[in-house]
């Protein structure tokens, strides 16, 4: 079933030290996302470790949190039919090495840490995802300019 659904996505240091987020944000509107939200900021340590929360556990936790704090980072929201699913189709795999030919990761990623973007893993993270970076006035609620839009 297709239905209009919002994720959140993110550029990540690495992409943006660089110089790919021209190319990215191409990709993204290419594959006809429509990008209703966007911003850039610094991530301080204990945003970072907010919004991984839930890989506190795991042994990579820390060198996350100090690579997703190393730079700017853009982030932004998507709408689309299957926005969540259908844009972690266009990041590729976490690992750039397993990452489908032509996907940003496999375009743009350095490794699994380094992997230039993130996408939400289901509408339960993006609300929660979208509601971190943006609160709700500041979505476009009216119809993109066509000349945004390719
Ligand atoms: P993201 O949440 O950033 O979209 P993902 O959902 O594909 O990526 P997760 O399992 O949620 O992958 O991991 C979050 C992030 O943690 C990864 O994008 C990557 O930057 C880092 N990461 C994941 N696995 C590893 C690992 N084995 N070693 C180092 N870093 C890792
Ligand atoms: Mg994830």
Sequence with gaps: ????????????????????????????IQAGFRIIGLRMLH??????????????????????????????????????????????????ATDPAKAEPGTLRALFAQNIE???????DSPESARREIAFFFPEMELLSVKTPSSLLV
């Design 114 to 120: 380094k992997n230039a973007v993130h996408g939400s």
């Design 43 to 92: 991530l301080t340590p204990a945003q970072a470790e907010a919004f991984y929360h839930m890989h506190r556990e795991r042994p990579f936790f820390h060198s996350l949190v100090s690579f997703m704090t190393s730079g700017p980072i853009i982030a932004f929201v998507l709408e689309k039919e299957n926005a969540v699913s259908a844009y972690r189709e266009l990041m590729g």
């Design 1 to 28: 079933m297709n239905r209009l659904e919002r994720t959140l996505g993110l550029i990540k240091p690495d992409a943006i030290e660089a110089g790919h987020i021209g190319k990215i944000l191409d990709q993204i």
